[in-house]
């Protein structure tokens, strides 16, 4: 059985990249302003040039910022808007739980005509598979069932999901102006029942979730939690 670890470190990188991403996407930086230079943000975040400038050319990348000479490091306008991702361990958080998930499967296979998990994306490509479950306190509340696409996200392929959920990986890493969630009623199968430690039937939110670049599927995700113990709130 694979270890249940708690997610609590995340890299420089990660940090730098998140709080600089959200601060756009948020509002907080709006177009046209400018990010503290490379040396400004190296004493903020206590760390080297070379790691502040590999998370702005990670932003630049997805179309948020631009680097211009002499003119620093500028904010963009966004064309399309942000649409949060569905975040099982914000949602824990945020009950005053503590959040856990545990890795089951986390494989790479061939998208081939013979085997094709994934009718959107290309024959021959790779995909990554992983299957987790996430917690609140000791209880399962989530089964995450999602692929990757490893072509536009190769870094996928080296990243340790023991220590790091898809999703969050996913908000950290991936361009996704498109965001599609579908929220459904369903009954848990067998394999569910299992891995959320419920009746086989037992009433479930499910959440189909796609994401995209423009017409380049990025990730696609079933999620499914027991309906008595996880709520979404639309307001």
Request: hydrophobic share 30%; proline share 5%.
């Amino acid at each position: 059985m694979v270890e249940i670890r708690n997610i609590e470190k995340r890299t420089l990188y990660d940090t730098i990249r998140s709080t600089i991403r959200t601060s756009i996407t948020n509002g907080e930086l709006k177009p046209g302003d400018r990010l503290p230079t490379e040396e400004q943000l190296t004493v903020k975040f206590r760390t080297s040039r070379p790691t502040i400038n590999k998370a702005i050319r990670s932003l630049a990348r997805d179309g948020l910022v631009e680097t211009r000479k002499r003119g620093g490091t500028v904010i963009l306008a966004q064309t399309q808007s942000w649409i949060p991702m569905l975040d099982i361990s914000q949602y824990v958080s945020k009950r005053g739980e503590k959040y856990s998930f545990e890795l089951l499967e986390c494989k790479e296979i061939k998208n081939t005509r013979d085997n094709r998990l994934w009718i959107n994306v290309a024959t021959n490509s790779d995909i990554l598979t992983i299957e987790c479950v996430h917690y609140s306190g000791v209880i399962p509340i989530q089964h995450e069932q999602r692929l990757i696409n490893l072509g536009p996200l190769s870094e996928a392929r080296n990243t340790d999901f023991k220590n790091q959920s898809p999703s969050k990986w996913l908000q950290n890493n991936a361009p996704w102006p498109s965001l599609d969630q579908t929220i459904g009623a369903i009954g848990a199968g067998e394999l569910i029942a299992n891995r959320l430690n419920v009746r086989h039937g037992t009433p479930c939110i499910g959440v189909h979730q796609i994401t995209r670049n423009g017409n380049e599927y990025l990730s696609v995700a079933t999620l499914t939690c027991p309906a008595g113990r996880f709520s979404i709130n639309t307001g």
